[in-house]
T-cell receptor
Framework: QKEVEQNSGPLSVPEGAIASLNCTYS??????FFWYRQYSGKSPELIMF????GDKEDGRFTAQLNKASQYVSLLIRDSQPSDSATYLC??????????????FGRGTQLTVWP | GAGVSQSPSNKVTEKGKDVELRCDPI?????LYWYRQSLGQGLEFLIY????????KSGLPSDRFSAERTGGSVSTLTIQRTQQEDSAVYLC?????????????FGPGTRLTVL
């Protein structure tokens, strides 16, 4: 079982719509969750992190965490063509031997069409 | 520095040659990570440094790969006798302490092509 699973997509939404990106993780002890955005040919850039159950909002982005279900999601409201990128879900290992290691999902490719 | 820097940005080499990739983390960050991303693949963890020591090097794919970090700052990833399957983008990241919850910031990467 992979540590972090994401729908690989591609996900295509029209401009102005809500894009919903989902991620599940296997390590129940994980405490820290991250969403990175990666444009083609570029390195990942951090969008949001979330540590507590519930929602965390930052502008058009909302991260949602449900530790009981081992599920984390990212909602992008009012999607723009500039949001078109691959979104990577990442979970930090809480295990002694791999403490601090980021486990990444394979990423979900999002296309926002005008 | 303002961000994580890596050099070279691109490296083309012939099969069997050795290569060195360099990472300069954000000033003051004690934790440094190397990942690689192959075409169409996810990010694969290679090695993690806390200061100059590497408590987790379990991701190194073979003994041809090695890494060191000196002065708690710059790190070098060395690939000996390169193979075509080593072609990938090698990404370095740093975080302030390396503990669970620490945000990792990525450098621009080095694109390695082995002919």
């Amino acid at each position: 079982q992979k540590e972090v699973e994401q729908n690989s997509g591609p996900l295509s939404v029209p401009e102005g719509a809500i894009a919903s990106l989902n991620c599940t993780y296997s390590d129940r002890g994980s405490q820290s969750f991250f969403w990175y955005r990666q444009y083609s040919g570029k390195s990942p850039e951090l969008i949001m992190f979330i540590y507590s159950n519930g929602d965390k909002e930052d502008g058009r982005f909302t991260a949602q965490l449900n530790k009981a279900s081992q599920y984390v999601s990212l909602l992008i409201r009012d999607s723009q063509p500039s949001d078109s990128a691959t979104y990577l879900c990442a979970v930090i290992s809480n295990r002694g031997s791999t403490l601090g290691r980021l486990y990444f999902g394979r990423g979900t490719q999002l296309t926002v069409w005008p | 520095g303002a961000g994580v820097s890596q050099s070279p940005s691109n490296k083309v080499t012939e099969k069997g040659k050795d290569v060195e990739l360099r990472c300069d983390p954000i000033s003051g960050h004690t934790a440094l990570y190397w990942y690689r991303q192959s075409l169409g693949q996810g990010l694969e963890f290679l090695i993690y440094f806390q200061g100059n020591s590497a408590p987790d090097k379990s991701g190194l794919p073979s003994d041809r790969f090695s890494a060191e970090r000196t002065g708690g700052s710059v790190s070098t990833l060395t690939i000996q006798r390169t193979q075509q399957e080593d072609s990938a983008v090698y990404l370095c990241a740093s975080s302030s302490r390396g503990t669970s919850g620490d945000t990792q910031y990525f450098g621009p990467g080095t694109r390695l092509t082995v002919l």
